[in-house]
C-alpha cells in the first residue's frame, strides 16, 4: 500500500521542510535570503550531479527488476542529465559546449551509481514509493513538507525510510544534521500512516557507508515539539524581519556573505512574509 499524500488541498501558509528548518537553526538571515527573499543562488557541479544520481535511482526502480543492473544504471545517466538540463535551463550553463571535464563529470555521476550498487541489490525488492512528496499539518498548524528518497514497506507492514547521499560519510555534525532530515521524513510518514517508521536509511554513495537509525514514538513527539518551536521562532522573525545572521565557518560557503551585515554588507530590503508556496523544496534542497 503506498504512502498517502495530501497534494491536493490548496497550501494555505508557508511550510516547513527539512532543509528551510535546517537554514534557520543554522542561520535565520539565510533563511530569510532563501525563503523569504528567494535569493538565487548558482549551483554547483556536485549539486547538479546529485541531482543526475538521484533521478537514475528513481528511473532505475521504474524498470523490471531484472534490468536493475550497473550497466543500466549506467547508461541512464545521460539521458537523466538531458532531461534535468531541460527542466532546469540554469544546469546548462555548468559547462560550455563541447566541455570535456562534462564527460569527466558524467564518468564520476556512473561512479557514484556502482558505489549505490556496492551496498544493495535493487532487483531484490521494489520500493513503496520512491521521490514521494509528503505534507502533514501539525495540530499547532504547522505545515510540513519534504521529500523522501524512497519508502519501502516490507510483507509485513514495518517501514523503511531511505536517503541516498552522493557526498561521503560526514563527520558527527554532517551527520546530526542528515539524521535531523531523516526524522523530519520519519515524523511525517507516521502522522500520515499511524506506523513508526522501522528504520532510518542513509546511503553514502562516495564511500559505499550505509548508516541506520532506529527511531521511537516518544522521540518523534519530542522532534515535533522541536519542529514546532523552530516554526514559532520564525513567525516571531518574520513579524519584524529580524532574521539575524550567526557566523560560523560556513560563511565561508555562503553565495549571500557579501549581502550580511555580519561582514559588512547590506541585506535587501524585506519584503514581508513570503506568499503560500515558500518552504517547497527544489531538487537541489534534496541532495546534498
Known amino acids: 500500500m503506498a504512502v498517502p499524500t495530501i497534494t491536493e488541498r490548496p497550501v494555505r501558509r508557508p511550510a516547513l521542510s527539512p532543509s528551510r528548518a535546517g537554514d534557520f537553526k543554522q542561520c535565520p538571515l539565510l533563511y530569510r535570503f532563501r525563503a523569504v527573499d528567494r535569493l538565487p543562488e548558482k549551483p554547483t557541479r556536485a549539486q547538479v550531479r546529485g541531482t543526475v544520481v538521484h533521478a537514475v535511482l528513481e528511473d532505475l526502480f521504474g524498470l523490471p527488476a531484472a534490468e536493475r543492473l550497473p550497466e543500466t544504471a549506467r547508461a541512464l545517466v545521460g539521458p537523466a542529465w538531458e532531461r534535468v538540463r531541460a527542466e532546469r535551463p540554469e544546469f546548462a550553463e555548468l559547462f560550455a559546449e563541447g566541455d570535456p ?22 532487483r531484490r525488492f521494489d520500493p513503496d ?21 524512497r519508502v519501502d514497506v516490507a510483507p509485513t507492514g514495518e517501514i523503511r525510510v531511505v536517503d541516498y547521499k552522493t557526498g561521503a560519510a560526514p563527520r558527527q555534525v554532517g551527520e546530526a544534521k542528515a539524521l535531523f532530515q531523516m ?19 542513509l546511503m553514502y554513495l562516495a564511500d559505499r557507508q550505509a548508516l541506520a537509525y532506529q527511531p521511537d514514538e516518544a522521540e518523534l513527539a519530542r ?16 513579524k519584524t524581519g529580524d532574521f539575524r545572521p550567526n557566523p560560523s565557518r560556513l560563511c565561508d560557503y555562503c553565495d549571500h556573505k557579501a549581502l ?29
Open 101 to 122: 571535464e562534462q564527460e569527466e563529470w558524467l564518468a564520476s555521476a556512473e561512479e557514484l551509481l556502482d558505489g549505490y550498487f556496492g551496498l544493495e541489490d535493487p
Open 129 to 149: 514509493a520512491r521521490e514521494l512528496l509528503v505534507e502533514w499539518e501539525l495540530p499547532s498548524g504547522v505545515l510540513l513538507r519534504g521529500y523522501v528518497d
Open 183 to 201: 526524522k523530519f521524513y520519519a515524523l511525517v510518514l507516521w502522522r500520515l500512516r499511524g506506523v513508526v517508521p522501522r528504520q532510518l536509511r
Open 223 to 238: 522532534f515535533e515539539r522541536t519542529l514546532e518551536a523552530i516554526w514559532d521562532a520564525i513567525l516571531r522573525a518574520a
Open 260 to 288: 550580511c551585515p555580519a561582514f559588512d554588507g547590506t541585506p535587501p530590503p524585506y519584503p514581508g512574509w513570503p506568499e503560500p508556496d515558500a518552504g517547497v523544496e527544489t531538487a537541489l534542497d534534496r541532495v546534498d
